[in-house]
C-alpha cells in the first residue's frame, strides 16, 4: 500500500473510531483475513479495544502481512477445532483474556460451538460477538437462544457492495486457474448453487462471460428470483450439476455433500466461495477417489471407474488465490465491525442476533464517501 493510501485509510477508521468510541476497557479476539490492507483495520480496533489474539483464517495469510502483524500484536494459529471443543475453547480463552470483558470477533462461526460455555463459565465476561459472513451468521442464528448479545454484519447493506464485488473476484480467479491449464470456460455451461448476494453477482458475471448458467437454490424464493432475471433454474442439487463443466458453491452450508460429487459431469471444474469445510465435503471423499495436483491450486479426483472433476484451491475461498481484492469497500464493512465492536462495550445489546441501527451505516456510509468518493 502506497504511503498516501495509507494515511487516507488511516484517517478514514480514525474518524469511525472517534464516531464510535468504546465504553469500558475491552479485550478483543480477532479472527481475520490477514491479506495486505488488514493492518489498518487491526490499528483501528487498538483504539477500541486490546487486542487480545490475531487469529488469521489459514488459507488467506499474505505472509509479509503476517510478520509485519507479529512484530505488533500476539497472533495464534487459527483451527476449527480449537473452538469447537468445549473445553479446549474455555482453555484457550482463560490463556488469552482471563478475568477480562472480551467481545469476539468472527468469521465463520468459529467460537458458535462453544458460546454457552465461554458465557457460562469463562472467568470474565464475553460482551458479545461481532460476525462477518453468512455462514457464521447461519451457526448463530441454528443455535437459537443465544447467552449473549451477536451483531451480524453478514447481512448488512454496507457489505452488498463486497459480496458483488467477492462474486466477480471468484470468476476471476477461477477463469485464471483454468486458463493456467490450457483451458477456457467460454460458451460453457456452468452451475452456480446459491443465490445470494456473492451467488447472484458470480452468475451474472458468468453470464457476462458468455456461459450458460444454471442457478440452483434450496429457497424457492431465491430460485424464483434467479428465474426472473432470466437464469435457467433446477428443482435438485443433482440436476443442477449434471451438466455443468463448470460448478461454483456459494452457500455457506454445505452445497456438496458426499453423496452429490458423483453426479458431477466427467471434466468439470468445482470451486467454493468460502472454506472448504463450510461447502464441499471433501474429506468423505478420501478413500474412494485419488487425488492428483494437476496444476497450481488445481487437483484432479477420479475413481476407478473413471468418474473424475477438477477441484480449484482444494476447496477453500478461490478469491483467495489472488488477493481477493475487492477495493475500498471492504472498509465499509471493517468500519461497521468496529462500530458494532463498540457498542457491545457500551452494552447496548440484549441477549440474541442483532444488526446495526440503519442510522450507524448511514453514518459510517457518509464518512466512507468523505474519504474514498472520487
Known amino acids: ?44 480496533m487498538t483504539a477500541v479495544s486490546t487486542i487480545g489474539a490475531v487469529l488469521p483464517k489459514p488459507r488467506s495469510i499474505h505472509h509479509p502481512t503476517l510478520d509485519a502483524v507479529r512484530r505488533a500484536l500476539p497472533v495464534h494459529d487459527l483451527t476449527r477445532e480449537r473452538f469447537t471443543d468445549e473445553t479446549q475453547a ?49 451457526r448463530y442464528a441454528a443455535l437459537g437462544s443465544l447467552p449473549c448479545p451477536v451483531v451480524s454484519v453478514a447481512r448488512s447493506p454496507l457489505k452488498d457492495c463486497e459480496d458483488h464485488l467477492v462474486g466477480r473476484s471468484i470468476v476471476f480467479s477461477t477463469d485464471a486457474l483454468v486458463r493456467a491449464r490450457g483451458d477456457i470456460l467460454t460458451s460453457r455451461n456452468a452451475c452456480v448453487i446459491g443465490f445470494g448476494k456473492i451467488g447472484r453477482a458470480i452468475a451474472q458475471t458468468l453470464r457476462a462471460q458468455d456461459l450458460r448458467v444454471t442457478v440452483y437454490d434450496s429457497d424457492p424464493v431465491k430460485r424464483v428470483q434467479a428465474h426472473s432475471l432470466g437464469f435457467r433454474t433446477s428443482a435438485s442439487t443433482a440436476e443442477a450439476v449434471r451438466d455443468a463443466e463448470l460448478v461454483l458453491c456459494a ?23 468460502t472454506s472448504s469445510e463450510d461447502e464441499l465435503e471433501l474429506g468423505s471423499l478420501h478413500d474412494l477417489y485419488e487425488r492428483h495436483s494437476v496444476g497450481a491450486q488445481l487437483t484432479r479426483y477420479e475413481v476407478l471407474t473413471g468418474h473424475y472433476f477438477y477441484v480449484l484451491a ?11 481484492a475487492v477495493g475500498a469497500y471492504i472498509h465499509l464493512v471493517q468500519a461497521e465491525i468496529l462500530a458494532a465492536t463498540a457498542a457491545l462495550s457500551h452494552a447496548r445489546f440484549q441477549p440474541g442476533l442483532h444488526e446495526m441501527p440503519a442510522a450507524d451505516r448511514d453514518a459510517i456510509a457518509r464518512t466512507w464517501l468523505r474519504h474514498f468518493e472520487r
Open 1 to 44: 500500500m502506497e504511503t498516501p493510501e495509507r494515511a487516507r485509510l488511516d484517517a478514514f477508521f480514525r474518524r469511525i473510531t472517534a464516531q464510535f468510541p468504546a465504553g469500558e476497557t475491552i479485550t478483543t479476539l480477532v479472527i481475520t483475513h490477514l491479506l495486505p490492507e488488514r493492518p489498518a483495520f487491526l490499528r483501528a
Open 90 to 138: 474455555l482453555d484457550y480463552l482463560e490463556d488469552t483474556a482471563g478475568g477480562q470483558d472480551v467481545v469476539l470477533v468472527d468469521i465463520g462461526g468459529y467460537f458458535a460451538a462453544s458460546l454457552d460455555t465461554l458465557v457460562n463459565k469463562f472467568s470474565g465476561r464475553i460482551l458479545g460477538v461481532v460476525e462477518d459472513t453468512e455462514n457464521g451468521h447461519q
Open 251 to 273: 452457500t455457506g452450508n454445505l452445497a456438496l455433500q458426499h453423496e452429490d460429487f458423483a453426479a458431477l459431469r466427467n471434466g468439470a471444474y468445482l470451486g467454493s466461495v
Open 314 to 324: 482444494d476447496g477453500g475461498a478461490v478469491n483467495f488465490v489472488h488477493g481477493a
